[in-house]
């Protein structure tokens, strides 16, 4: 479990307690003791087994696929994998693939709703790009209409490991993905998937 889950949790629980002392009656405990149980579901971190093989790209959270679509970037043509994640998803976040992180950048925006395709640009979100030799993979943790707060455990210039904990994202969000040109996408629209387990696409060439 994210530590998040414990003190959220216990501060419930304690609040519950308290309230029972106070009032002297144990219906005013229900509800924190709810919400002590929602929280401690939310953050809920599970174990995944990561696929391993050359130049496969994990889904970096779970959720829903909500657009595999071409774009242009300065960089050149890309694709971009979209996920969405509801509050009953895990919200932990993974690495994509293994490699350096090139680039970190966290921007402060808007709160829009993160099924909107306004959101992918214009709310708070931060970016991370993976270089693996030639290859680079970058994917954004953007908060949605609940989120409030984005949390990336990495620093540019980290290595990171493909499935590997990087993050959080609190509460209702989406991270989109964004892949070479070249990229074998093997997931479509409406699509489950699971962070560091479910294998959003293939680049040919990449060195892991």
């Known amino acids: 479990m994210v530590r998040d889950g414990y003190i959220y ?61 071409a774009i242009n970037t300065p960089d050149g043509p890309r694709q971009r994998i979209s996920i969405f994640l509801s509050v009953f998803n895990v919200h932990v976040n993974r690495a994509p693939i293994a490699g ?13 709703n993160a099924m909107n395709p306004a959101s992918a640009e214009r709310n708070e979100q931060n970016i991370a790009t993976v270089r693996d030799g030639q290859v680079e993979v970058t994917f954004k943790q953007i908060a949605g209409l609940l989120a409030r707060r984005i949390v990336f455990n990495k620093m540019q210039g ?21 892949l070479p ?22 680049i040919d060439g990449a060195a892991q």
């Open 9 to 69: 949790g216990v501060g419930f629980l304690a609040a519950a307690a308290a309230l029972v002392l106070l009032t002297g009656h144990w219906a005013w405990a229900i509800a924190p003791v709810l919400l002590a149980a929602f929280f401690l579901w939310f953050f809920r971190d599970p174990e995944r087994t990561i696929p391993d093989g050359p130049g496969l790209v994990v889904s970096p959270g779970d959720g829903v696929v909500t657009e595999t679509v």
């Open 181 to 202: 040109a070249n990229a074998r996408i093997v997931v479509k629209k409406g699509d489950k998937v699971q962070g560091g387990a479910s294998v959003l696409a293939q």
């Open 158 to 178: 980290d290595r990171v490991e493909r499935g590997e904990r990087v993050g959080l994202i609190k509460f209702g969000s989406r991270v989109d993905v964004v």
């Open 100 to 112: 350096v992180l090139a680039r970190v950048e966290y921007k402060k925006g808007l709160y829009l």
